[in-house]
T-cell receptor, first 115, second 109 residues
């Protein structure tokens, strides 16, 4: 049983298209995240939800919109894709956003390539 | 500003010991994490330190000095499968994680 699963694993699309990445966790965690990892391998937080409520919203273009229908799911929709959006997007979850309980369990990643 | 520094790349020999250093500057501090990331895979949790000192977990140990803003990850009896990137992340006063760019560790036979 995969703890944090995200789909699709690979996504190749043209500039200007709209795409979604889905994420589900079966760990019973309250908090879920979207991270972007660029070619230089920096992990950058994009969004964080705690019990379906947005708690972190870093400076990302508003073309990126997260949606959390319930605390086990956090999807990411991207409008009008640009070349610079090419990266690996990781979904993650944690039991508690504070302190040592904030051990993140990551999904396998979704590699987005914009042509 | 908030910042994490760690070496970009290190090389070590199978069976040896390697120490990966990390220095951090954060607004407040609520602990330091180490994650391992194999190429093309997700990061996985290795250790968490919030108090000064050394925490040992099998072949891997992690050290923290809060006064120096410094941590290291010590890997003993290196195996080929330890070839990976090692990510250091510090948690600030708002419980936000500040990530380093990772240290790519290459193990040679």
């Amino acid at each position: 049983d995969t703890a944090v699963s995200q789909t699709p694993k690979y996504l190749v699309t043209q500039m200007g298209n709209d795409k979604s990445i889905k994420c589900e966790q079966n760990l019973g965690h309250d908090t879920m995240y979207w991270y972007k990892q660029d070619s230089k391998k920096f992990l950058k937080i994009m969004f964080s939800y705690n019990n379906k409520e947005l708690i972190i919203n870093e400076t990302v273009p508003n073309r990126f919109s997260p949606k959390s229908p319930d605390k086990a799911h956090l999807n990411l929709h991207i409008n009008s894709l640009e070349l610079g959006d090419s990266a690996v997007y990781f979904c993650a979850s944690s039991q508690d956003p504070q302190g040592g309980a904030n051990v993140l369990t990551f999904g396998a990643g979704s590699r987005l390539t914009v042509l | 500003g908030q910042n994490i520094d760690q070496p970009t790349e290190m090389t070590a020999t199978e069976g040896a010991i390697v120490q990966i250093n990390c220095t951090y500057q954060t607004s407040g501090f609520n602990g330091l994490f180490w994650y391992q990331q194999h190429a093309g895979e997700a990061p996985t949790f290795l250790s968490y330190n919030v108090l000064d000192g050394l925490e040992e977990k099998g072949r891997f140990s992690s050290f923290l000095s809060r006064s120096k803003g410094y941590s290291y990850l010590l890997l003993k009896e290196l195996q080929m499968k330890d070839s990976a990137s090692y990510l250091c992340a510090a948690m600030d006063s708002n419980y936000q994680l500040i990530w380093g760019a990772g240290t790519k560790l290459i193990i040679k036979p």
